[in-house]
């Protein structure tokens, strides 16, 4: 079994309001949590309100490693519209490198495993 790494991502810091949730299959051991929290929190610190912004952000980051947005979410994405018409994802994400989850279902499969 897998050491998960879950980054959960929260409206002005409250975590009744969470809005995204990052999922890497093999990173929970502390020198590898370590090593996938610090560049988002980078990217976190340099939020500037724009929650769309900054999901863009994220997803440009870990699509450049390997990862990418969860699967079965294009139902929820399509209504919610957190891209730009046109973007181009990465068709084949490895969870090793991190599954960004959007839809409200995606966030709690990736909380939970």
Known sequence: ??????????????????????????????????????????????????????????????????GGLDGGQEKYLSKHRWFNPGRVFNGDPNRNEGLLGLSPESIDKDRCG
């Open 1 to 66: 079994m897998g050491q998960r790494l879950v980054i959960t991502l929260h409206e002005h810091g409250k975590l009744g309001n969470t809005f995204a949730a990052l999922y890497y299959h093999w990173s929970g051991f502390t020198t590898y949590s370590f090593c996938e929290a610090t560049p988002i929190a980078k990217i976190v610190s340099s939020y500037d309100g724009s929650k769309k912004k900054l999901v863009n952000k994220i997803l440009d980051y870990i699509e450049s490693k390997g």
